[in-house]
């Protein structure tokens, strides 16, 4: 295992994670009371969270309130929001803003997605899901080619991201592509995809789920989303069962997901692990363990990176496979880069990438560690 750097902070204005912190999250807020008429409670909560010079709790007697205040120890009460490590700060505002919204309720609000707004307008329209059902025309080789790389720009489909990007067209080069060795790891057993975005981008993760089944790479599927709202457009079982609602009546791919949820070929799956301010090498013993036992894991998008190889500034060039060679289990990551952390390029690659190259959303990586 190579040395760790130092944990990724927000303290510098010049930074990626700062502009998270002062520019996206209050857009963020905007949007969510844009969404729903809240009321003036509500509102005020979320005004003060944006407000606050210094991180406060959850409100005393919150279920989850002893964990957080462990994992945020000599953070929460004490630091600002731009002085704590990056993953945390990003982590505990969402946690905050569900509990400012009385997600968890009691009352009236309770279990209301206040990104569901966002999410419904972002649902792919109908000739998204015939370009993907198309792709079943096409041999076998190039529809798993097709596949994997609309997975991967799918991952540009993040509305918090979109709150703040500055460039908007579909991925312009895998740095990376590993994508031979995904197909050479799925040979018929299970595999996880721990899934990122609902919308736009869980409908070809959809399709590479269908295809995995419907060719035999694999027995089954086991769908990880998200146990309660997070970082906007993040996927919990409601956003799987809407998307695929949207598939028409006689698509052959929305008949047979559907059909694989009723056989249990396909499962979905949810963790509290997956609503916390941690990486996979914390993850509990009994999702390290369903890792460990899958054929293969294939984790999409920048969170799901930054907790399999740590958010932390890695030159750019460690390779993938030290540092997530502790991961329980083969492992694949499919992710457009929108935050700092990239290992695994051949080296002079960074030295002819523009200097956004990092957080644009202009460039991804297929890395695969088996």
């Avoid at 799956?269 to 941690?278: D, E, G, I, V």
């Amino acid at each position: 295992m190579p040395v760790e750097p130092p944990v990724i902070v927000c303290s510098d204005p010049r930074s990626f994670p700062y502009s998270v912190i002062r520019e996206r999250h209050p857009k963020i807020v905007e949007r969510v009371l844009a969404g729903y008429p809240y009321a003036p409670a509500v509102r005020e909560r979320l005004g003060r969270l944006l407000q606050e010079d210094v991180i406060q709790p959850l409100r005393a007697g919150a279920h989850d309130g002893e964990l957080w205040a462990g994992w945020g120890d000599g953070m929460i009460g004490r630091a600002s929001w731009v002085d704590v490590p990056f993953l945390f700060a990003e982590n505990f505002f969402y946690r905050r803003l569900l509990e400012a919204v009385d997600y968890y309720g009691p009352g009236a609000w309770q279990g209301i997605d206040p990104f569901g707004p966002q999410k419904r307008a972002d649902l792919p329209g109908a000739a998204e899901l015939a370009e993907l059902d198309a792709l079943q025309q096409l041999p076998e080789a190039r529809q798993a080619d097709g596949l994997v790389r609309a997975a991967v720009w799918g991952n540009r489909a993040d509305l918090g991201f979109g709150l703040v990007a500055t460039h908007h067209d579909k991925v312009d080069e895998l740095l990376v592509d590993d994508s031979a060795r995904l197909w050479e790891l799925a040979r018929g057993g299970t595999v996880i995809v721990v899934a990122d975005n609902a919308g736009r981008e869980l409908l070809p993760d959809l399709v590479l789920i269908d295809f995995l089944l419907r060719t035999g790479r694999a027995g089954t599927v086991e769908l990880h989303v998200k146990p309660a709202p997070y970082f906007v457009s993040d996927a919990m079982t409601a956003d799987v069962l809407d998307e695929l609602g949207r598939f028409p009546a006689g698509s052959e791919v929305g008949t047979r997901l559907r059909q694989a949820l009723k056989s249990e070929r396909l499962r979905l799956y949810t963790q509290s692990f997956y609503c916390a301010p941690l990486t996979f090498h914390d993850a509990p013993a009994e999702l390290a363990a369903r890792f460990a036992e899958a054929e293969l894991t294939i984790l999409k998008g920048d969170l799901n990176y930054r907790r399999l190889v740590g958010d932390r500034l890695w030159p750019v060039t460690t390779p993938f496979a030290e540092v997530s060679g502790y991961f329980p289990g083969p492992v694949a990551a499919l992710r457009t880069l929108k935050s700092d952390v990239v290992t695994g390029l051949a080296a002079g690659v960074e030295g002819r990438l523009p200097a956004s190259w990092r957080t644009s959303g202009a460039f991804a990586l297929v890395q695969v560690r088996g």
